[in-house]
């Protein structure tokens, strides 16, 4: 079952049909524990009319806060030791990916997220940008993982590197985080191959791709979860971004005009373009 949210209202998939669902919010949606089940209920019972298949959903998101979890790849580890070896902030990112306690760090608040067929920027004061493609969990207000969507981090790796303490202006600012197209609804935990895509053009032309799968991951996702939920509130429920396993090399960075395209299957894709 999937999830969009669309100029015209909530729509859910399921086998191969639309619906549009009228029966509460989506900040009210999100929050429930039983979100599958409540809407299957409806499809069930005849409450949801059919439409046509969304266009140009909008980012599945609106009162959630966005975070985002770092270091939980080998990959992502050793690149981010790597841009902070001269400010002597490389060991730290060596530390948190054997500690047990994971890093996790606010992203972006809901009106602040672009969707899928919009803009990321880079920011103007760096130098050297990249996306993060990362498998976003959809938790309920009680912490439940009830749902997946597809995350871009967008990254200043120069403005990171410098020093560590920079990392909310690395990592949060106008543009700076896309998620969507949709929310995958499931009960079921994704399977460990579960593979995250990345293609990167420019001009037409693929200046680089990646992939890496949830089974290269060093953190569980519940775990992960229960460290977000246990000290803060989340009265509408909230987005986990989960870390990177694909990062481009350090010669690498984005220009105005690239598209970035992040598969999961079988959510969809991400597509966006930089400004």
Known sequence: MKLFRTQQGIVIEQAGQHYSFNGGTWDALIARDDIQAF??????????????????????????????????????????????????????????????????????????????????????DSKWNVPEPELTLVMSASGKITGYTIGNDMSSRDIEGENPLYLPQAKCYDGACAVGPCILISKDPLPKDTTIKIVISRGGKEVFSGSTALSQMKRELPSLAAYLYRETTFKTGCLLMTGTGVVPGDGFTLASGDEIAITIEPIGTLVNTVE
């Open 39 to 124: 809407l299957q209920a409806q499809i069930d019972t005849g409450r949801m009319p059919k439409v046509a298949a969304p266009v140009n959903p909008k980012a599945p998101v609106v009162g959630q806060e966005i975070w985002a979890a770092g270091v939980t790849y080998m990959r992502s580890r050793e690149a981010r030791m790597e841009e902070s070896k001269s400010s002597g902030g490389g060991d730290f990112y060596d530390k948190v990916y054997v500690a047990e306690r994971p890093e996790i760090f606010y992203k972006s608040a809901g009106h602040r997220a672009v969707g899928t067929g919009t803009n990321v920027r880079i920011r103007k």
